[in-house]
């Protein structure tokens, strides 16, 4: 129980969210599968799409912007899903989702004196929103996404490049390093945790 990660979907608080927002579409997950995997994007979509469905997501979000006891990481889950399957955000949507990443518990409190500074990096779960503010800003046509080139090397010896298309840096090092997990397995190779990134620059 609680979080195993600082990620947008990675703790049982987004994971109950997604629950609550199958059930208001009538997603079965039992038989359609997880609705979050890249498989079930596409019907989800369409079943989110529909009137009924567009009627039932905008009234559970409202509902957990109210809610008394409503947890914005809740509110950032339900977004990331509506994202991830192409659900068209509506300005009303935007806002509740802006507001619940201003308001994020979590990224605030993490937000310390060891992150201060002009220099500094923000902490895990402040940089975890912001990417999410960024994936928010594509799907709401304020920014397009960019291709990075990410440089991923393995043991300081084995050294390739992938050209990923993503909303930050953060999500093409990401990408990447699945990307050459994903080929070294291709290949019979070892997958290990000795991967490392080199580098990662946008493509002019």
Same mark, same amino acid.
């Not at 997603?27 to 989800?44: L, S, T, V």
């Not at 009137?51 to 905008?58: H, L, P, Q």
């Not at 957990?64 to 950032?76: P, Q, S, T, W």
């Given at each position: 129980m609680g979080w195993w990660?600082?990620?947008?979907?990675?703790?049982? #608080?987004? /994971?109950?969210? @997604?629950?609550?927002?199958?059930?208001?579409?009538?997603? &079965?997950? %039992?038989?359609?599968? $997880?609705?979050?995997?890249?498989?079930?994007?596409?019907?989800? %979509?369409?079943?989110?799409? #529909?009137? #009924?469905? *567009?009627?039932? @997501? +905008? *009234?559970?979000? *409202?509902?957990?912007? &109210?809610? *008394?006891?409503?947890?914005?990481?809740? @509110?950032?889950?339900?977004? +990331?899903? /509506?994202?991830?399957? %192409? $659900?068209?955000i509506t300005r009303e949507i935007e806002e509740i989702a802006r507001d619940a990443a201003e308001k994020d518990e979590w990224a605030n409190e993490s937000e310390d004196q060891h992150y201060a500074g002009p220099n500094a990096m923000h902490s895990p779960r402040m940089q975890a929103v912001l990417d999410f503010l960024s994936r928010l800003d594509i799907a709401t046509g304020k920014a397009k996404p960019k291709t990075y080139r990410v440089s991923v090397t393995r043991k300081s010896f084995l050294q390739k490049e992938f050209d990923v298309v993503a909303s930050t840096a953060s999500e093409a090092e990401d990408k990447a390093m699945q990307l050459a997990q994903d080929t070294a397995y291709d290949l019979g190779d070892e997958v290990d945790h000795d991967y490392e990134i080199e580098e990662s620059h946008v493509v002019e």
């Open positions: 990660s600082e990620g947008i979907m990675g703790g049982d #608080t987004p /994971l109950d969210a @997604v629950g609550e927002l199958e059930k208001a579409i009538g997603w &079965d997950y %039992g038989k359609d599968g $997880f609705i979050y995997e890249a498989e079930n994007a596409e019907a989800a %979509g369409k079943k989110m799409s #529909t009137k #009924t469905g *567009r009627e039932k @997501v +905008e *009234r559970l979000l *409202r509902q957990m912007k &109210d809610g *008394r006891d409503m947890e914005n990481g809740a @509110v950032l889950a339900v977004v +990331e899903v /509506l994202m991830h399957v %192409g $659900f068209k």
